[in-house]
Nanobody, 123 residues
C-alpha cells in the first residue's frame, strides 16, 4: 500500500548543497512519520532526520544538525532532505522511511523504506 521512490543523489564537492526527495504513494502517506537514514558499506544504518506527520516537529542527528533540513509536502506525498555544507563523511546511501512510531531514531520502528540513493561527497 505504500511505495517510495528516491530521485536525486549524486557526486558533489565538499561544501555544496544537495536536495534529496522521497516520493510516496498511497492515500495514507500524510499519516506517517517520515525519516531519513544513511548507510555505508559494512556499517549499520544511521538515523539522520525525522519529521512528524503534519510537518510541525523535526529532529536531527548531531552529525547533521544545523546543516540538513527535513521537510514534507503531503499534497505531493513527498519528503525532502536539504543537505547543506556537505562533508566527505556524509557519503552514504540515503534511505527514506515511513512509520508510525515516535521512537524515530531506530530503523526497526519504520515499516516502509525507499530504495536508497547514493550521495558521494569528494574531498
Amino acid at each position: 500500500q505504500v511505495r517510495m521512490v528516491e530521485p536525486g543523489g549524486g557526486l558533489v564537492q565538499t561544501g555544496v548543497s544537495l536536495r534529496l526527495a522521497c516520493v510516496g504513494s498511497g492515500r495514507t502517506f500524510s499519516t506517517f512519520i517520515m525519516g531519513w537514514f544513511r548507510q555505508t558499506p559494512g556499517k549499520e544504518r544511521e538515523w539522520v532526520a525525522a519529521i512528524d506527520w503534519r510537518g510541525s516537529v523535526t529532529d536531527y542527528a548531531d552529525s547533521v544538525d544545523g546543516r540538513f533540513t527535513i521537510s514534507r509536502d503531503n499534497g505531493k506525498s513527498t519528503v525532502y532532505l536539504q543537505m547543506n555544507s556537505l562533508k566527505p563523511e556524509d557519503t552514504a546511501v540515503y534511505y527514506c522511511a515511513a512509520g508510525y512510531s515516535s521512537t524515530w531514531e531506530r530503523p526497526s520502528e519504520y515499516d516502509y523504506w525507499g530504495q536508497g540513493t547514493q550521495v558521494t561527497v569528494s574531498s
